[in-house]
Structure formats: structure tokens, C-alpha cells
């Protein structure tokens, strides 16, 4: 195929400059271009067609090369000529036969009224009045029946194209006076060899990891990944590179995704965490990373269930997908992918786009006993005061924690229920503060004003804390939940911050004096609260710290319990946890 009016090239875009001309240009619709031909062939050309399908997949230039086919003056077999007057009047729109209506435009509503009225008009010139009709689920009712009024009589000279990404949307009673053809979105082997076509012509290079990821982030619309490439062509010399491609886009490369899978097979937290931060750091949007990911996961997923079809990708990704569904049993496969998929809501809500994407891995990383084996889980980067666990030492265990966020964790069999005061831990100073609450350990409830509070205490009563201060202030209640008490000495709160700015507004006057008046009422003890920054990758720990308290209030929450607590004033000193069967981790 060659670009048209190659003087305009350079004002021109790339996706006018290589829309198909011809049938045999067009890229990916085979079964639509082959029963046309076959119907110009036969003389059976149908009065009206609904073109339906994703964006960018080709509707409207097929509808033009059926315009042109129909009319071209040309002998028959080599229609369209594009070269005889009618042909060139239609590609370049000047032709008044051909008559493209935007139903999404304002114009489009009165374009179509006019149709009964213009419709008996013959032609002026060509044997046939083309009537493109783009986007026409946007035409209001009113408009729908002056087409359907056509529809039901249409005059011999009068053909009629309807195009839509919305089929359903348009009414019964006219899709069933129309030919319909499915577009379907473009391969990405496809449309990576036309970027590849157009890169040639153009005189540049690209790496070919540079158009793959072009042509992914175009999900099968050609037209898109034309746009992207012309977005490219305007600042690049001689070569696009991937990195370009991803700066564009926000785009993660493909290559981290699949490492990041080969951690998270590998449970290694700390390698994943670092590739994360890395990739986060270079430009990637965490969303977009995450939604990669979960693309991946499901080319895995597809594979699992021996589906190679449909998966979208290159022959080398596909053989490294391969090797990894090996070493992926199924039902973790599925627990991922939930998770991942969960995250990925949380990322549209949360005010730290990159927590939910972290936390959703660290939490795959664990194994069936909520431990990350072999490697350490990093380190805050705040220094906390207490003392850090060397690199021999083993990693606090916070018990057994059920690995998919949405199904609740295993209920406790049984739960010390005593009528006295916990025990607050004596040999409190220098200990991690992940180990407390472990199984069977104490988790403190208020202090009931006795004075020394520590770590596990704030933590236990942290949702307490947030059901405080809701009705006082959503905006501290939401700073909060997305911070950390880090430590609790000498009755100074300390909490971390991953955001300068939500440490700043938490540290105003009137926030702050909130959280303290209602730290104290919950604690029942003076505190002063302090505000400090922490390193993202703090969120490893987190997710471990959690546990515990989770398990307490679940505790807490069972009726039986409720009711001992309320008949005897009963506290719940510790619980211990009967493992569950784990039928879901075959591995
Ligand atoms: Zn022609």
C-alpha cells in the first residue's frame, strides 16, 4: 500500500495518510472485505449494512471502499481503481455522492432529518448515493425514525452504511433492515507488521519492542496505534526506542511484568518490591502497572486452561509464559489474580497509587503461614528506635493469614475469654514491634487511663481510633488510614507518613489536637502524637502488622464473645488459633 497525495504528507496524520484504499489493504477484517467482494462480484450488493466493532478496526474505510467499489469507473474486477474521478473524489471526501454523517456531532441529528427529504434525489454522478452514517447509536429517537422510515423504502440509487461501536444501542426494527458485519479488534501481530510497513516508509527504524508496545497499548484498534506512532514519528530523528514508547505512554515493559511474575512465583518480596519502586520511579504509572499485570495474569490463565489462542502475544513471551504456568499451580494462579484485580480497584480510590499495587504483592509473596521464606521483608527506612532484627534472625511470623483479601480470615476455634486486664508485655523496650499479638500473645486493649501505652495498643484500637474521629473530620479520618503508627513511646504516638503533604495537613493545628483528644479517649492516657515520613517499602511490614489485629477484632466482633464481654466484663486476652485445613493451597 502506498500513502496518498504524497505532497501532503507532512501535514497530514499518519492514520489518514495509510487508510486503506483497496479491499486487499485492509488489515485483519478478512471475512467482512471477502463477502463483499463476493456480493460486488455477484451484483447482491444489500441496500443497507450495520458495521459494528471496536474503535479504530477499519468500519469507516471499508464503508468508502464500498463506496467507491460500487460507483468506480474502472472495469469491474478492478474496482476501486482509486485513480478514475469518482475514486478520487471519494477518498478525499469531495465527491457529493458520498455523504458521511457524524451522528455524534450536532449536525448529525438535522443531517439525518434531511434525509427523507434529499433521499429521492439521484445521484449526481455515480450509479449509487453512499450514505455513511459514523456512530449511529447517537442519533436521538426522532432521528432513528426518520432513518427507519428510509430504511423501510429505500430508492434503488440509495446505499445505505451505518457504523457503531455500540450495537445494542441501536434500535431492532433498523438492525434488522441492515446486512451486519462484526469488525473485530486488529491482532497484535497484525497491526505490529503495519507499524513495521509504516516505519519503512517513513525512513525510521524502531525496536521492536518499541512497536510491540505500541501496538498493545492500542488493544486492536489500528487507528490508535497509528495515532501513537505519529505522536512518536514528531520527535524522533531516526530510531524509536522503547523507552520513548513507554514515556508516551506511562507504560511498563513488558519485561518488568514478566519478572515482577517470576517474584512473585518465586515468592521473592524483596526482589519485587525493588522492581516495583524502580519502575515507579523511572515514570510508570502504578495503574497502568498493575493493569499490565493483570493482563499478563490472565495470558497465564488462558494458557492454564491450554487456550494459546487467545493469547496476544509475541512467540518469545509466550514460550517465557509457558515455563512460568508451569511452576504456577492454578489455585494460586487464581488467588493472584483475584488480588491483583482488587488492587486495581483500590488503586482508583487510593490517594497513594502505588500502596495497593505493593501491598497486593507482598501479600502473594506470603506463604500459607503468612511468612515470606527465605528472604527478609525490607526494613522501614525510618528509624523507629527499637532494635532492628539482623539478617540472621528469623522473621517475626504474624500466624496463619488467609492469602485472598476478600474471603474472611479463618475464624478463631476458641479465644481466651479471661475477666482481667491483659498482660502488658514487660520486656517491651527494644523488641520488634511486628512480633506483638503474635498467636497466643497478648493483644492490650485501652490502658484504661494506668498511663504507659505502647505499639500494640495503638494498634489494636486503630479502627477505634478512625470511628472517632469520623464524625469530626473525613479528610483526618482518610489522612489517617493511609499512615502507620510506627511507635508508641514515653506516651509519644509516632506516625509514618509516605506523603509530605499528608504529614503537613495531619500536623495542622486543629488536626492535630483531633487525633490527640481522641487518641487519649481511646487509649485512656495523655498522649502527644508525632508526625514522621516513612519509606514506601514500609508497606511489607504492614501488611504483617495487620494481621493480628484483624484477628482480635474478628474475636471481638463473634457474639459469643460479645455477650461474655458484656455478662462478665469480659476482655479477650489472647487467642489461639486452630489451623484450618489448607484445601485451597495444593501446591
Ligand atoms: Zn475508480
Not at 505519529?230 to 506511562?250: N, R, S
Not at 502473594?364 to 515470606?372: K, S, V
Request: charged share 25%.
Amino acid at each position: 500500500m502506498v500513502p496518498q497525495e504524497g505532497d501532503r504528507m507532512a501535514t497530514q496524520a499518519l492514520y489518514r495518510r495509510w487508510r486503506p484504499q483497496t479491499f486487499d489493504d485492509v488489515i485483519g477484517q478478512d471475512h467482512v472485505t471477502q463477502t463483499l467482494r463476493n456480493a460486488l462480484a455477484t451484483g447482491r450488493v444489500a441496500h443497507a449494512y450495520l458495521f459494528t466493532g471496536p474503535r479504530g478496526t477499519g468500519k469507516t474505510s471499508v464503508a468508502r471502499i464500498l463506496a467507491k467499489a460500487v460507483n468506480c469507473l474502472a472495469p469491474e474486477e478492478q474496482r476501486p481503481c482509486n485513480e478514475c474521478r469518482i475514486c478520487r473524489g471519494m477518498s478525499d471526501g469531495s465527491h457529493l455522492d458520498l455523504i458521511e454523517i457524524d451522528a455524534a456531532s450536532n449536525t448529525g441529528v438535522d443531517d439525518v432529518r434531511d434525509l427523507r427529504d434529499k433521499i429521492n434525489f439521484s445521484p449526481n454522478e455515480a450509479r449509487q448515493k453512499v450514505y455513511v452514517i459514523d456512530e449511529v447509536h447517537m442519533l436521538s429517537n426522532a432521528a432513528f425514525n426518520a432513518l427507519l422510515k428510509t430504511l423501510e423504502e429505500p430508492p434503488a440509487h440509495a446505499l445505505f452504511v451505518l457504523a457503531t461501536t455500540e450495537p445494542h444501542k441501536i434500535p431492532e426494527t433498523i438492525r434488522s433492515r441492515c446486512q451486519r458485519f462484526d469488525f473485530r479488534r486488529v491482532s497484535l501481530q497484525d497491526i505490529i507488521g503495519k507499524l513495521q510497513r509504516i516505519c519503512e516508509a517513513e525512513g525510521v527504524t524502531a525496536e521492536p519492542a518499541a512497536l510491540e508496545a505500541i501496538a498493545r497499548a492500542a488493544t486492536g484498534s489500528l487507528r490508535d496505534s497509528e495515532s501513537l506512532l505519529d505522536q512518536l514519528l514528531a520527535f524522533t530523528e531516526d530510531t524509536i526506542t522503547l523507552e520513548q514508547v513507554q514515556a508516551l505512554l506511562g507504560t511498563v515493559s513488558g519485561e518488568a511484568v514478566a519478572t515482577l511474575v517470576d517474584h512473585l512465583i518465586d515468592r521473592d518480596t524483596a526482589a519485587g518490591l525493588a522492581l516495583i519502586n524502580a519502575t515507579v520511579d523511572a515514570g510508570a504509572d502504578p495503574r497502568q502497572f498493575t493493569r499490565q499485570l493483570l493482563e499478563y495474569l490472565r495470558g497465564l490463565l488462558l494458557l492454564q486452561a491450554g487456550d494459546r489462542g487467545l493469547v496476544n502475544v509475541t512467540d518469545a513471551t509466550l514460550e517465557r509464559m509457558q515455563a512460568q504456568v508451569q511452576r504456577l499451580p492454578a489455585p494460586r494462579l487464581l488467588k493472584i489474580i483475584r488480588c491483583f484485580a482488587e488492587a486495581d480497584f483500590d488503586l482508583k480510590i487510593s490517594a497513594q497509587p502505588q500502596l495497593p499495587l505493593e501491598l497486593a504483592f507482598v501479600e502473594m509473596t506470603l506463604d500459607a503461614t503468612g511468612q515470606a521464606p527465605a528472604r527478609e521483608i525490607p526494613h522501614p527506612a525510618f528509624d523507629t528506635g527499637t532494635k532492628k532484627r539482623s539478617a540472621g534472625e528469623p522473621s517475626p511470623s504474624p500466624g496463619r493469614v488467609a492469602e485472598t483479601r476478600p474471603r474472611p480470615a479463618p475464624v478463631p476455634k476458641s479465644a481466651n475469654v479471661a475477666g482481667k486486664q491483659p498482660d502488658v508485655p514487660a520486656d517491651d523496650e527494644g523488641e520488634e514491634p511486628a512480633t506483638h499479638g503474635e498467636e497466643g500473645e497478648a493483644v492490650p486493649g485501652p490502658a484504661g487511663g494506668s498511663g504507659a501505652i505502647d505499639i500494640s495498643m495503638v494498634k489494636a484500637n486503630w479502627d477505634e481510633l478512625l470511628t472517632a474521629i469520623r464524625p469530626h473530620s473525613r479528610m483526618v479520618e482518610a489522612l489517617l488510614k493511609d499512615c502507620i503508627p510506627i511507635a508508641a513511646e514515653e506516651n509519644v504516638v509516632t506516625l509514618g507518613f509516605f506523603y509530605p503533604f499528608h504529614r503537613e495537613r495531619v500536623e495542622e493545628p486543629k488536626n492535630k489536637s483531633l487525633v490527640t483528644a481522641m487518641m487519649e479517649r481511646v487509649l485512656g492516657t495523655r498522649v502527644q502524637v508525632q508526625c514522621v515520613m516513612v519509606d514506601r517499602s514500609t508497606a511489607a511490614q504492614e501488611v504483617q502488622k495487620r494481621r493480628p489485629k484483624d484477628k482480635y477484632q474478628q474475636a471481638a466482633e463473634d457474639p459469643v464473645i460479645q455477650a461474655a464481654v458484656e455478662k462478665f466484663g469480659a476482655r479477650i486476652a489472647g487467642i489461639e488459633s486452630h489451623p484450618v485445613a489448607p484445601e485451597e493451597e495444593r501446591e
